[in-house]
């Protein structure tokens, strides 16, 4: 049953940040809107993705259009989405996709768990006084356990030069729960975004 406990502990539902470029440039730059395109292995999933991190930016005052709004289906070219962009009006494209998996098996020390007894003793002037003695409850052994991680990137690109703009790669523990690891990917991505300046 500790044991049990430990390993909840050990997972976490944070994306971390790993890796994040911007153009010196991009700031000086009047852009007007993004088109947001996540690369997904079913409709479903694109369309989710797209809906929430589209949110996450309007929310912060950007124009921004998921592009499952526009185009159907998981095969989006180059050509697809300049063209979406430019029916949207708008001048950049936000491109999220898969970036790999990785597995490792970690050691994790074992624990000794405590409670603590009052004893009672005597005091100057015949006050007492309560101590408290730890004694063992319980113990877990060392342990290996396999860790596997997923990751994402997103970039954001200039529809009319073809120039990347912004780059960012983010990774997290890998769950079961879909929903709960998009939305950290997608606020790890709006905290690279606001860390470099595009949002507040």
Request: net charge negative; glycine share 8%; aromatic share 12%.
């Amino acid at each position: 049953m500790l044991l049990m406990i430990f390993l909840a502990g050990c997972s976490s539902n944070k994306a971390t940040v790993e890796k994040s470029w911007v153009d010196p440039s991009v700031h000086t730059k009047d852009l007007h809107g993004v088109l947001v395109v996540a690369i997904a292995t079913t409709f479903e999933g694109r369309q989710a993705f797209e809906q929430e991190f589209t949110q996450a930016l309007v929310k912060e005052g950007i124009h921004a259009i998921a592009s499952y709004t526009l185009m159907g289906g998981t095969e989006i070219t180059k050509e697809d989405a300049a063209a979406m962009a430019t029916k949207a009006e708008v001048d950049t494209v936000l491109v999220s996709l898969f970036a790999g998996r990785d597995e490792s098996a970690v050691l994790h020390p074992g624990r000794k768990y405590y409670r603590y007894a009052p004893v009672y003793g005597g005091g100057y002037y015949g006050r007492g006084r309560v101590y408290g003695v730890p004694y063992q409850v319980g113990q877990t052994s060392d342990f290996w356990a396999e860790h596997k991680s997923i990751h994402l990137t997103a970039q954001l690109y200039e529809i009319k030069t073809e120039k990347r703009l912004w780059q960012v790669n983010s990774g997290m523990e890998e769950q079961s729960d879909v929903a709960s690891m998009r939305s950290a990917f997608i606020k790890s991505f709006m905290k690279d975004l606001s860390d470099q300046g595009f949002v507040d």
